[in-house]
């Protein structure tokens, strides 16, 4: 087939853009302009983002050859066709990457498309994604949350500046707006984007303790500060605050990393190598190198080696522990203080399809590596049944399907707790709230007036694939992934009472609880086992 696909431009958009060739007046085209228009600002698109697109195709495919062009021109058509891609001020390269990774998923867990395109099936392109959990790594799904939270605007400065390290006039000019108001919008897309990860910390604390240490761990590192002993302590027990501290550490490096990791995961550090922006005059790449990559590597090992070490020293007898921390030494308080060792030694390397974050395979542990022991019960591992019931807190009745009748576009309902399967519920790694009764269909936020109804189990990134999504909190509060702030709540407490999407208020009627569990699940964000709320 025919694919469009123009000369990589020196510096598209040129600088000083005016407001009309903004890329959100050019979408607006797109959306109701006549045919003519519609043509034009397809290609002024094209000009500007399909080489990013294509440059990315090529890693997610691990081969440059016509599959690249094929899977670039299925992202835009998917893209530049959904009516929520083109919302306004909707930012449109990470977008339309993501759309490219996905499209290599979904095509190489397709047979006869994999047949067609034989590139899919590479074991460190397509068939590795396809066997991929998820596209995020654990120790990046703070930074994802607060990303998607952030307006277009802020998302596109964001990641055109910190990303593909674009002047500051190009994204200006993708948004239509001048050099100066860019710069200084710029800043505070940065310092949103830092408040939304120690927000994301906060309320998807799996401990209480998570939450005791949320600004212990955020003013120090604000402030290029030392962090408390008992910060440090908590930080070698609890893998989900060590995963807070390395993100936040990012914010005095190379933000672009986290940004790429978090949003895009498979491929990102090599996507961020095929930048030009980032590229030095030396022809080497300021997101690293393969000496960089040993010595993280080194640093890394040390670290963790330093927290097992922490670990030893706390289970010794009273009389043994101040003798061995002496031997430890300062070595061992060196590498607690998580400074430089964080940014250099944590980050997860991108050497193909076994890296962490740049693959996003989940549930991978950054803790003691050497330790054979479960997660300590107060760590992101405590568990959330395999099958569980919701039952809210205010009315003390449980989420069911009208009629009990697992169906597309029932409504969402309370009655009276029981064994029915319609109540019955899997939550899982992505967020999905899937249905025992009916496996196919999941619990929907985006229904009329907000009213939640069963409906497809969209793929994430896919269309309404965050309608069909939520965090679960330590609160037990179900917020929409959606990034509008809305959580999933109990009209009223009586039997019958609809169950619907609305602000966030931290009342009863917002908290549900989960039954006991009975098997650990990987990704668990609520607090486990508990049949009364934590507070």
């Known amino acids: 087939m025919h694919t469009p696909h123009p000369p990589r431009p020196s510096s598209p958009p040129s600088p000083g853009g005016v407001p009309e060739e903004s890329d959100e007046s050019l979408a607006a085209r797109l959306r109701s302009g006549p045919e003519g228009d519609v043509s034009r ?222 949003v895009l995961g498979w491929g990102a550090r090599r996507y961020l190598d095929s930048r030009p922006g980032r590229v030095t005059p030396a022809g080497r790449s300021r997101s690293g190198g393969r000496r960089d990559r040993r010595r993280r590597r080194s640093v890394r090992y040390r670290l963790l080696s330093s927290i097992t070490a922490v670990r030893g020293v706390r289970g010794l007898p009273a009389d043994q522990r101040q003798t061995k921390a002496l031997l430890t030494g300062a070595g061992l308080v060196t590498a607690l203080l998580l400074g430089s060792a964080l940014v250099a030694g944590l980050l997860p390397q991108d050497d193909g399809a076994g890296s962490t974050a740049s693959t996003g395979t989940a549930g991978s542990r950054t803790d003691d590596p050497g330790s054979d022991s479960a997660a300590p019960p107060d760590t992101v591992g405590s568990p959330v049944p395999a099958r569980t019931r919701l039952r809210n807190v205010a009315a003390g009745l449980c989420l069911d399907i009208e009629d009990r009748r697992a169906r597309a576009g029932a409504r969402a309902l309370l009655t009276a707790c029981s064994s029915a399967p319609t109540q019955e519920w899997s939550y899982e790694e992505d967020g999905l709230l899937r249905s025992i009764a009916n496996p196919g269909l999941c619990l929907d936020s985006h229904a009329d007036e907000g009213v939640l109804t069963l409906g497809p189990c969209v793929a994430a990134g896919h269309g309404r694939g965050d309608d069909v999504r939520y965090d679960l909190t330590v609160r037990g509060e179900l917020v929409a992934r959606r990034g509008d702030g809305l959580a999933v709540t109990a009209t009223a407490t009586a039997l019958g009472a609809d169950v619907v999407v609305k602000d966030r208020d931290g009342g009863h009627r917002q908290r549900w609880l989960t039954d006991a569990p009975a098997t650990a699940s990987p990704r668990s964000l609520a607090a486990a086992g508990a049949d009364v709320p934590v507070s």
């Not at 799904?141 to 998607?148: G, I, K, P, V, W």
């Not at 590192?221 to 550490?249: I, K, N, S, W, Y």
């Open 41 to 262: 600002a397809t290609g002024l698109l094209l000009a500007r983002h399909w080489q990013p697109a294509h440059d990315y195709a090529v890693i997610c495919l691990a081969s440059s050859g016509r599959a690249a062009s094929v899977v670039t021109a299925a992202a835009w058509r998917q893209v530049l066709g959904s009516p929520r891609y083109l919302e306004p001020g909707a930012a449109l390269r990470p977008r339309l990457l993501v759309a490219v990774r996905d499209t290599v998923r979904d095509w190489a867990a397709d047979e006869r498309v994999s047949a067609a395109l034989p590139d899919l099936g590479k074991p460190a392109g397509g068939r590795g994604m396809r066997t991929a959990r998820t596209m995020t790594a654990e120790n990046r799904l703070l930074a994802e949350r607060s990303f998607r939270a952030l307006p277009g605007l802020l998302q596109t400065l964001l990641w055109h500046k910190e990303v593909e390290a674009d002047p500051v006039s190009v994204p200006a000019a993708l948004l239509g707006v001048d050099a100066g108001t860019a710069a200084a919008t710029l800043e505070q897309a940065r310092d949103q984007f830092r408040d939304g990860c120690v927000r994301a910390h906060r309320e998807l604390a799996p401990h209480p303790d998570c939450r005791h240490y949320n600004r212990l761990l955020d003013v120090p590192m604000r402030r290029g500060g030392t962090l408390l002993p008992d910060v440090r302590e908590h930080l070698a027990e609890c893998a989900f605050c060590r995963h807070a501290a390395e993100q936040l550490r990012f914010f005095d490096g190379d933000l672009g990393v986290l940004l790429a990791e978090a």
